[in-house]
């Protein structure tokens, strides 16, 4: 199954190397296991732009440069994220961080290179990430990047891994109820 993967939304653009921890979410959240998205959306990139609480909506698209999400891949900044249905382009994002963002359901293009690409927040931007292209609605302008593997984009269409889990089992009922056990 390849799923089309096209979002569409107003961006918010932030410069190179914001960390989960301190830029995502606070490190105190991650470090008590907070997974709540009521409590962690709020604080969603509250360090690094106090006024983002106030301007997202669900849908939008975070548009960073290089290495995004570095440092410990703490899923905090991931599970706020996949609650507000906010998507991510960016130049570059370590493995680690990108892995974790599927597997919460946070669609991710990297090698986008925004320096040569116009982007202003709260611009209108759709991005395909079936096929890698980005559109600026906003200034009329496109590209097309590297889009994700398709295995990729299933998980994220899915809801992450326990979207893909929850899909899986439902189809394999099964496996989703206690076998007997031998006497």
């Known amino acids: 199954m390849t799923a089309r993967l096209l979002r569409r939304g107003r961006c918010h653009v932030f410069g190179d190397d914001i960390p989960l921890d301190e830029g995502l979410i606070p490190f105190d959240m991650a ?19 106090p006024a ?4 997202v909506r669900p849908g939008d698209i975070i548009v960073a440069g290089r290495n995004f999400c570095c440092g410990k891949p703490h899923l ?10 906010l998507s991510v382009i960016c130049t570059s994002m370590p493995y680690k ?8 359901g946070v669609a991710v293009m990297t090698g986008v290179d925004i320096q040569a690409f116009p982007f202003k927040t709260g611009d209108d931007v759709e991005v ?7 559109r600026n609605v906003s200034q009329t302008v496109s590209l097309t990047g590297e889009a994700p593997s398709a295995t990729l984009t299933d998980i994220v269409a899915e809801g992450g ?3 893909q889990l929850r899909t899986w089992l439902r189809d394999h009922p099964i496996m989703s109820t206690e076998l007997p056990r031998p006497d």
């Open 161 to 163: 891994t326990r979207g």
């Open 97 to 104: 961080a990108m892995r974790g963002a599927v597997a919460k």
């Open 31 to 49: 470090i008590r296991r907070i997974d709540d998205p009521s409590i962690l959306v709020p604080e969603l990139f509250r360090q690094i732009d």
């Open 52 to 55: 983002f609480h106030d301007r």
């Open 128 to 134: 395909d990430y079936t096929d890698g292209t980005v």
């Open 76 to 85: 905090q900044g991931f599970i706020a994220m996949a609650s507000l249905g």
